[in-house]
């Protein structure tokens, strides 16, 4: 959604200016339009698996770009450090991607080359198991009085 907004209210003022400037088929508007792409591809991605060079390419040229259409200057950073967040975003040095984690486990599991009946699950079966998450039961505390215990009493 992020992208999107950014397309239509900061990339669309790009498009327009190389448009009145030197119509569809300048080279203002075909770059604009392949930088617009290398962003789409780039989203396409998992976080955990952008290329860096990538993302500091297109974040580059996003930069060049609206400096080029003279964007104000605090709507400038604001945009980009939003983009930076949406592509690269920065994680707590004591957090692991889970796909990371599970092909570390797996493959040190191979390595050992357990044979027992306790071994532990296969690959797949551990990413399924970290991605799912069953919740017993939910208690909420709110400020005023509990409706539940009055229709109880009612």
């Known amino acids: 959604m992020a992208i999107l907004n950014f397309a239509e209210q900061h990339w669309c ?41 990538a993302v500091a390419k297109v974040l580059n040229d996003i930069r060049l770009r609206l400096e080029h259409i003279s964007i104000d200057a605090l709507q400038l950073a604001d945009q980009m450090e939003r983009l930076q967040f949406i592509l690269t975003p920065a994680r707590p040095a004591n957090v692991t991607d889970i796909a990371i984690k599970a092909k570390a486990t ?24 970290i991605k799912r998450i069953m919740i017993s039961r939910l208690e909420t505390e709110m400020p005023g009085e509990n409706i539940a215990d009055t229709i109880t009493r009612v």
């Open 13 to 53: 003022k790009v498009l327009h200016i190389a448009h009145l400037r030197s119509g569809e088929s300048s080279i203002e508007w075909q770059q604009g339009l392949e930088i617009l792409d290398r962003l789409l591809e780039v989203i396409g991605f998992e976080a955990s698996t952008r290329s860096k060079t």
């Open 106 to 129: 797996v493959k040190n599991r191979s390595k050992a080359a357990i044979k027992t009946e306790g071994e532990e699950p296969a690959e797949d079966q551990l990413a399924d198991q």
